[in-house]
Nanobody
């Protein structure tokens, strides 16, 4: 069973940048696709960005295309999301998720078997 732990959240002014990291551990982390979701109070988790196990394929929600960049370093079992041009509406708790997704839907939370504890991102205007 893979475990994931996020880090890198914080507070930033609009237009600023943050980089979130997600460290994976477990008996076999490499076949896992990894994604980032956000959650606002009282709402469902929403897909933001995902990356295939090899790093060769990436996916982005329309709201973050051109601003967020996901990458992974399989030598470090870590996935990153570089968040640039942040907006106040990006404020949320961000969760890292891992799942063995081959032909599935990266935006579907049920595809994932491991979730981190979440990290707060706050963007002020």
């Amino acid at each position: 069973q893979v475990h994931v732990v996020e880090s890198g959240g914080g507070s930033v002014q609009a237009g600023g940048s943050l980089r979130l990291s997600c460290a994976a551990s477990g008996p076999s982390v490499h076949p896992y696709a990894m994604s980032w979701f956000r959650q606002d109070p009282g709402k469902e988790r929403e897909f933001e960005t995902g990356i295939s196990w090899s790093g060769g394929t990436t996916y982005y929600a329309d709201s973050v295309k051109g601003r967020f960049t996901i990458s992974r370093d399989n030598t470090r079992n870590t996935v990153y999301v570089q968040m640039d041009s942040l907006k106040p509406e990006d404020t949320a708790v961000y969760y890292c998720a891992a799942g063995e997704i081959w032909w599935g839907d990266y935006t579907n939370t049920s595809e994932y078997t491991a979730w981190g504890q979440g990290t707060q991102v706050t963007v002020s205007s």
